[in-house]
């Protein structure tokens, strides 16, 4: 069939193997993109929620768990009795701020570890220098060879030049420290030659993997939704999506009632 000097074919009528694919794919990308806007959205609004939570509510729940300490530290002191106390001491203990790392051991650690210093003298050792390393004959041999034949000036592409900086720079790390063995090794990798280029894919194979990578990117982004949810703030909100401010309220009004009851118990006991 014609059409203004221009033959078609059945063949040529039909679409493209990869053009359904194609479409697949940006359908799930928009879709992934939608899911990612309100996951985010969500994250902030239980962020923000969370924050006003413990800015207006914080303080009551701290006074509720120092009244717990004192009715419990005054039942104790009231009955003597060992369980008592032991309640008396848990109480007061979720009172009290735990130190942190550093301020426990002074300035000798910190969250990775003990300093060197602290741990040569807690092992009666003294602080040295790492030992000056030299290499052998072999060593200096070897990494004379290797910087000879893989020196990147050599190179005449650019990705040519990237492999040898990349091999110098492990080359010269090995010959710094004196290893003979991983000399020996690099100078039969360098000798192999490098790795032979992978097949590339086929644009129904790249847009397939790109299919099963947004699948996966859904998934994560559906159990980070869940734990949000889930979460006891998430939980919170969405039991006043629309209006937080009076789930606040309501919150602090049941959390004075609280402490006015507990503050009439600690009278009793001490009265």
Known sequence: MAYAGRVTTPEAEQPRPEERLEQAVRAAEQALIEFEIAVETFRVEVENFSRLHH?????????????????????????????????????????????????????????????????????DQTVRPPERVRPTEEARKLYRELARKAHPDLAQEEDERARREEFITRVNAAYGRGDTALLRELAEEWAAGPAPAERRPTPSEELYARLEWLSGRKEMLTLIARDLEESAIGSMLRMAPDDPDALLAEIADKLLAEVAEKEGELAQLVG
């Open 55 to 123: 800015q207006k509510l914080g303080p009551m729940y701290a006074r509720l768990d120092e009244l717990d300490a004192q009715i419990a530290e005054a039942r104790a002191a009231r009955t003597g009795d060992p369980e008592d106390l032991r309640k008396a001491e848990e109480a007061r203990a979720r009172v009290l701020p735990m130190p942190g790392v550093e301020e426990l051991f002074h300035g000798w650690m910190d969250g990775e570890g003990l300093f060197p210093e602290a741990a040569a003298m807690l092992t």
